[in-house]
């Protein structure tokens, strides 16, 4: 069945490093991606998305690409701040399941 | 808008005892989505609802659950004779069904349900 595999954390960084977040997946069509974030007591809140092969989420400051020969969507950044921290969540979507398939989740924490 | 809101944000409640969540969803969308998250992992699909109708429902929603959406606003979710492993968020979310939107969803803040 589809599914989506992330790095585990706790990723730890310094203020200003640069950030990875791996993401794969696996879907036998071809899924929306996406990354959510989830602050300390908030909600979901969706970061950014791509729909199709080579597109390009931002937002702010975040970037991740849709890569389908490698079916990767890794979100990064050039210089985290300590506000950044939180979970980031990979997850797909596909129209015919109506569901999101989501990965465990990755914890960032930014020392200031 | 104000977004997608849940209630209660906190339950604590006893073994056997039933429980009822609600989730209000953005007002001009049609689908809505129940999801469970537990600790270190990410949300589990539950259950989904086109208007009224729930048009999809997952495995882990044993018989002592059920959801509902009596007029294509806002739903329930009722867990009857609770256990301890019932213990975790519940998340709903809701979106549109227009081509370009139904694949984006948007999360209440969750109810904490501690079953002791």
């Known amino acids: 069945g589809d599914s989506v595999t992330q790095m585990e954390g706790p990723v730890t960084l310094s203020e200003e490093a640069f950030l990875t977040i791996n993401c794969t997946y696996t879907a036998t069509g071809y899924p929306s991606l996406f990354w959510y974030v989830q602050y300390p007591g908030e909600g979901l809140q969706l970061l950014l998305k791509a729909t199709k092969a080579d597109d390009k989420g931002s937002n702010k400051g975040f970037e991740a690409t849709y890569r389908k020969e490698t079916t990767s969507f890794h979100l990064e950044k050039g210089s985290v701040q300590v506000s950044d921290s939180a979970v980031y969540f990979c997850?797909?979507?596909?129209?015919?399941?109506?569901?999101?398939?989501w990965g465990a989740g990755t914890k960032l924490i930014i020392k200031p | 808008d104000t977004g997608v809101s849940q209630n209660p944000r906190h339950k604590i409640t006893k073994r056997g005892q039933n429980v009822t969540f609600r989730c209000d969803p953005i007002s001009e969308h049609n689908r809505l989505y129940w999801y469970r998250q537990t600790l270190g992992q990410g949300p589990e699909f539950l259950t989904y609802?086109?208007?009224?109708?729930?048009?999809?429902k997952s495995r882990l929603l044993s018989d002592r659950f059920s959801a509902e959406r009596p007029k294509g606003s806002f739903s329930t979710l009722e867990i009857q004779r609770t256990e301890q492993g019932d213990s975790a968020m519940y998340l709903c979310a809701s979106s549109h069904s227009r081509a370009n939107a139904r694949n984006i969803q948007y999360f209440g803040a969750g109810t904490r349900l501690s079953v002791l």
């Open positions: 609802f086109q208007n009224e109708a729930q048009l999809e």
């Open positions: 997850a797909l979507f596909m129209d015919s399941n109506y569901q999101l398939i």
